[in-house]
């Protein structure tokens, strides 16, 4: 059975940044890349980048480049993205996800992880 | 970025009535297949593929559940609606860098 399980809610101050793991099970984790994807409160889905976990390439969403880093470790098939200088606005809950379809970077995304409660206070 | 417009943004039909939800798209989403995704979102659960290229249910999604259209306009239907279809729905579009529409509150 595939399963993505994340850390747990994190509070961290303006400017810090954070990590959020993301340790998948079931499956050849080199064999599909692994999205990160938000939601604000109240608000919609958000992707904010991809890694390829065979080749290491990363794609990210033009709003975070320069602020996030997406990482994996096939060793222990978990993947991690890291927010650096963290806004109040940064507030959501941070969702890894399986690229259903592979290593293409163009996939819908299932399953998704528990989510992950990242609150930015000021 | 391509721009997925759903309406309505809120809907309420009685238990054992058709919702239908529509999702347009900015660009079309065509390319041999539609790379078009639904998912469903239930407050405190992470979201649950329902479609992919655009009408593929997923093993388990109730057959009640279909999903249609090409190009740019794309339609999710639920025949008849139960209580547990409650929740928000969401489309998705892959065609390029990930986008997803506003979300669809269904309630009964």
């Known amino acids: 059975q595939v399963h993505l399980l994340q850390s747990g809610p994190v509070v961290k101050k303006a400017g810090a940044s954070v990590t959020v793991s993301c340790k998948t099970s079931?499956?050849?984790?080199?064999?599909?890349?692994v999205s990160w994807i938000r939601q604000a409160p109240g608000q919609g889905f958000e992707w904010m980048g991809w890694?390829?976990?065979?080749?290491?390439?990363?794609n990210y969403a033009q709003k975070y480049q320069g602020r996030v880093t997406i990482t994996a470790d096939t060793s222990t098939s978990t993947a991690y993205l890291q927010l650096a200088n963290l806004r109040p606005d940064d507030t959501a809950i941070y969702y890894c996800?399986?690229?259903?379809?592979?290593?293409?970077?163009?996939?819908?995304?299932?399953?998704w992880g528990q989510g992950t409660l990242v609150t930015v206070s000021s | 970025d391509i721009v997925l417009t759903q309406s309505p943004d809120s809907l309420a039909v009685s238990l054992g009535e058709r919702a239908t939800i529509h999702c347009k798209s900015s660009q079309s989403l065509l390319f041999n297949n539609n790379y078009l995704a639904w998912y469903q979102y239930k407050i405190g659960q992470p979201p649950r593929l329902l479609f992919y290229w655009a009408s593929t249910r997923v093993y388990g999604v109730p057959n009640r559940f279909s999903g249609s259209g090409s190009g740019t306009d794309f339609t999710l239907t639920i025949s008849s609606l139960q209580a547990e279809d409650v929740g928000l729905y969401y489309c998705q579009q892959h065609f390029s860098t990930p986008t997803f529409g506003q979300g669809t509150r269904l309630e009964i």
């Open positions: 996800a399986r690229d259903d379809v592979g290593l293409t970077g163009r996939s819908w995304f299932a399953p």
């Open positions: 079931g499956y050849v984790f080199t064999m599909y890349g």
């Open positions: 890694i390829n976990t065979s080749e290491g390439h990363r």
